[in-house]
């Protein structure tokens, strides 16, 4: 994830720099936990594959409880408590308390649309650092890709609901074909409903997304989608308005994020270039971890293909710090040893070879990405190079 606000306030002095463990160290990840695979809804796009059924060997309500105690004991102080939609499962504010009290930063991860009257009080009562709720597109594109007629109105009324009760919200867009000529517009709505974040996640080739991939937004309309996220963002840093952008699942965002510093901000852009050089791009596997549903752990949401391991039958810290599987050593290295135009990308050390799952996608985990959107000169490629790559 590419902390967009915050690196821009940091150059705009307003704000410390954002802090980061060396680049591919072994540290306490932030876990991302699908506590349920049921949802509501049957999104295009969904990574899990979720429908609105029962899932078998999901972990009971004790079990849960004991992975919020093993995590803590790792080192984990971040959770982000997803689905299917998390909503429906009767323990989730135990669970959320529970974390709560061992001292963790607990966020919601929600579609909005069963956020209502008759729940918007436990809401608050949770206490939830963040609930983040998705929107891909004005009405008719929203519940066209959520497969749901009035969806969109329902999250809006979810989002709605949050901040009359002061609980700090953000919007969730997936990029695509479909929604992106209204981005403007669904930004236009974090003023509309006073919502402080905004989260643009680039479209992941996994469950039904990869299913979808032929909506993913071509190379111009990203570029068009970033700029303008940077510039909302720089706008609102001047402005004095108290909200945070950020993207996710194209780390190249970090080195066209880099390109417009050089235009709008020349006397900053080298001290950004050292800012995100000790970020060190994709953390798939190292900052970033997934539990799923039974149990099992991944390196990132969009890795249900490969498991690491199971809390059921390890303790996190085991299989996560200090017995890692082969494929988290090999994500771990810095820079990761990638094929293609990642193997003589410039600016390889930044974004640590993106996304490797859509590279996966398209036959060879250890090839280029075939989301990066930048040039070859951009790149520092004179020339464009033949795919080559390592098998795992």
Not at 61 to 82: F, K, Q, Y
Not at 203 to 231: C, P, Q, V
Not at 282 to 289: R, Y
């Amino acid at each position: 994830m590419l902390r967009i606000s915050h690196y821009l306030r940091t150059l705009a002095g307003q704000s410390p720099a954002p802090r980061s463990a060396p680049p591919g160290s072994t540290r306490p990840p932030v876990v991302i936990w699908n506590l349920l695979r049921r949802c509501n809804l049957t999104c295009r796009h969904c990574y899990a594959t979720s429908a609105d059924s029962t899932f078998r060997d999901e972990l009971d309500t004790d079990e849960a409880l004991r992975v919020i105690d093993d995590l803590h004991d790792a080192g984990v102080r971040v959770l982000i408590l997803s689905g299917g939609e998390p909503l429906l499962r009767p323990d989730l504010f135990q669970l959320a308390d529970h974390a709560r009290t061992r001292g963790f930063f607990v966020a919601l991860s929600s579609n909005g649309t069963l956020i209502d009257e008759g729940n918007i009080e436990r809401i608050a009562a949770a206490r939830f650092d963040y609930v983040g709720i998705s929107l891909d597109g004005l009405e008719a594109v929203h519940d066209d890709w959520r497969q749901l007629k009035g969806s969109f109105a329902a999250s809006l009324r979810g989002v709605d609901l949050c901040r009359a009760h002061d609980i700090r919200v953000g919007l969730r867009t997936t990029l695509t074909r479909h929604n992106h000529p209204q981005l403007p517009a669904l930004l236009d709505l974090m003023r509309e409903h006073d919502v402080q974040k905004f989260y643009l996640s680039h479209l992941n080739y996994s469950g039904r997304g990869k299913r979808s991939r032929g909506a993913d937004a071509h190379a111009r309309m990203t570029r068009e989608a970033m700029w303008l996220i940077f510039d909302r963002a720089w706008e609102d840093i001047r402005a004095g308005h108290d909200s945070d952008f950020v993207s996710g699942n194209n780390d190249a965002d970090a080195v066209l994020l880099l390109h417009w510093a050089e235009r709008h901000l020349p006397e900053q852009r080298d001290e950004l270039e050292r800012l995100l050089r000790a970020w060190g791009g994709n953390a798939s596997g190292a900052g970033i971890a997934n539990i799923d549903n039974i149990g099992d752990v991944h390196p990132d949401t969009y890795w249900w293909q490969h498991r690491v391991g199971n809390v059921r039958r390890q303790s996190f810290r085991e299989l996560w710090l200090e017995r890692p599987d082969p494929l988290l050593q090999r994500l771990r290295q810095h820079p990761r040893a990638v094929g293609g135009r990642c193997a003589g990308c410039r600016w390889l050390a930044i974004c640590n070879g993106n996304t490797r799952t859509r590279a996966w996608a398209e036959g060879d985990l250890w090839a280029e990405d075939p989301g990066c959107y930048l040039s070859d000169a951009e790149i520092g490629l004179s020339e464009p190079r033949r795919i080559h790559s390592v098998s795992l």
